[in-house]
């Protein structure tokens, strides 16, 4: 971006933080007014608004209806009937969105539209890194030496992108049922902690949505433990929650705007 004027940025915060008033309060006050970038150039921000991050993608639902609506036909046990548009997932639906970061596993319920952080949290030692993590001490173990930390970038992309890693001369095929297997033993704390956080508020959800970098082992591990719950995974869930957050800011930008007109 070559901006130099931003009218409203949308921030999100770990679930955790955000319920704690001062860290977003201190993150307003961090990004609000000119902000240096490089010592050279700077940018002049209007308005900061601070969200928890998974509201960023359930936001992202509103350029996602056709893939909610094919979930929602495998599962006709459910109930549900196919969505006509954005507003009415809004106004009838409870999701819960699980976002596997890299260290951490937060999840947002949103009751018709509002977020309820009652029954929303985040577990610690819950992301992609505890995957990782475990994988790599399988392979470790099958190959007898340590994998040295140059590694270790190659075998997360590896793991998020279904690459095969290279290692010692050999391809090692990450859909390898052991290493299926090692990921699966990763998330299922993970999973049962968000499962309990969450409470009695699973018999008024509706859908599961997966965002974040490498969901998959989560929503496997979800969908076994819940078979009947639609489980949505966009197709480019990494850039779920940034997506759902521009689309934050560009709703607040054009709602000032017609205030602003209507006012004059």
Do not use: C
Not at 27 to 49: E, F, N, P, Q
Not at 155 to 177: C, H
Not at 234 to 262: D, M, R, T, Y
């Amino acid at each position: 971006m070559d901006e130099d004027h931003i009218d409203v940025l949308v921030l999100g915060l770990p679930v955790s933080h955000f319920r704690d008033p001062s860290k977003p309060a201190a993150l307003k006050k961090a990004y609000t007014g000119t902000i240096d970038l490089d010592g050279v150039r700077s940018v002049v921000i209007d308005k900061v608004v601070v969200r928890p991050q998974p509201m960023g993608g359930f936001y992202s639902l509103n350029r996602h209806i056709d893939g909610i609506n094919k979930v929602i036909a495998k599962y006709p046990q459910s109930g549900l009937k196919p969505l006509a548009d954005w507003n009415q997932l809004v106004d009838t639906m409870t999701i819960v969105t699980v976002d596997p970061g890299e260290y951490t596993l937060d999840w947002l319920l949103v009751n018709r539209g509002r977020p309820n952080t009652d029954v929303s949290g985040a577990a610690a030692d819950a992301g992609r890194h505890r995957v990782m993590t475990t994988v790599k001490e399988h392979l470790e173990s099958k190959i007898g030496r340590t994998i040295a930390p140059s590694n270790l970038n190659r075998l997360n992309n590896s793991l998020r992108t279904g690459a095969v890693f290279k290692l010692d001369g050999r391809a090692i095929d990450m859909a390898d049922p052991e290493i299926l297997a090692a990921a699966r033993r990763a998330v299922r704390d993970p999973v049962g902690i968000m499962m309990n956080g969450i409470k009695g508020a699973w018999d008024i959800i509706d859908t599961v949505v997966m965002v974040g970098g490498h969901p998959a082992h989560y929503a496997e591990e979800i969908a076994e433990r819940m078979p009947d719950m639609p489980i949505y995974v966009p197709k480019h869930s990494v850039f779920a929650n940034v997506e759902g957050l521009q689309l934050i800011g560009e709703g607040i930008a054009k709602a000032e705007a017609l205030a602003g007109a209507e006012a004059a």
